[in-house]
């Protein structure tokens, strides 16, 4: 059987987004006050190789941990975070959900509460979906993007802006490896090769930047 979460960390790799990050991490404080006292919470912010003012912005989060390193690396920084909070929090991994977002994005109040139903449910990991900030868009990127993806079009797409993992399981397959890209992809991989309990989800999806460039 498995054993029930009572922890919950998030992880958020950030290299220059100074501009986003505050209302990230906003919305990773609401998030986590909608659990109330359902779990523990724990989160860790990884500055990457930051020249902006992303460690003042990270300074107004008490309940945060910033870490700063020079990874250059999206895959080592949120190895990085992951193993600095699972460390933190002391506790049998099988009792640890790891929620994954990025700097640029945006959570929903429920995010966090739908991470721990999917993992009281006995999922391994939950592939959550995104939604781009449409008013970064013109009008025709705005409406080409709304005609590619209609309800249920995300799913099975693998965003390392929605992703969550029980800490065991994510030992298992070895973790974030040292990708630049892709990392999110890769562990996903590796967990359904290693055949665990994967569910897919659009509920509670996360906002992220557009990414033009």
């Known amino acids: 059987m498995t054993e029930p979460v009572r922890h919950v960390l998030v992880v958020i790799p950030a ?31 990884v500055l990457d190789t930051c020249t902006d003012d992303s460690a003042a912005i990270a300074a107004e989060f008490a309940d945060t941990t910033a870490l700063s390193v020079r990874f250059a690396n999206v895959g080592k920084s949120r190895a990085r975070g992951v193993a600095y909070g699972l460390r ?23 995010w966090l509460r739908e991470h721990v139903n999917v993992s009281r449910s006995g999922a391994d990991a939950l592939v959550g979906s995104v939604v781009p900030l449409l008013d970064d868009l013109d009008e025709t990127r705005r409406a080409a993007w709304l005609a ?8 099975g797409h693998v965003h390392g ?14 973790g974030f ?6 990392e999110d992809v890769s562990i996903v991989q590796r967990l359904r ?13 996360v906002t992220t930047s557009s990414r033009l460039s």
């Open 161 to 174: 802006a929605n992703l969550g993992v029980r800490a065991d399981a994510y030992l298992a397959v070895g």
């Open 15 to 45: 290299r220059n987004e100074a501009e986003t990050l505050r209302a990230c991490m906003r919305s990773v404080e609401r998030a986590r006050r909608a659990l109330g006292d359902l779990v523990h919470t724990q989160a860790v912010l």
């Open 148 to 155: 590619c993806h209609s309800p249920g079009s995300t799913l």
């Open 193 to 205: 090769r290693a055949d665990a309990r994967i569910t897919h989800s659009e509920r509670e999806p």
């Open 177 to 182: 490896t040292a990708r630049a890209r892709d």
């Open 88 to 110: 933190l929090i002391g506790d049998d991994p099988a009792a640890v959900w790891i929620a994954m977002t990025d700097a640029d994005s945006v959570v929903a109040d429920g």
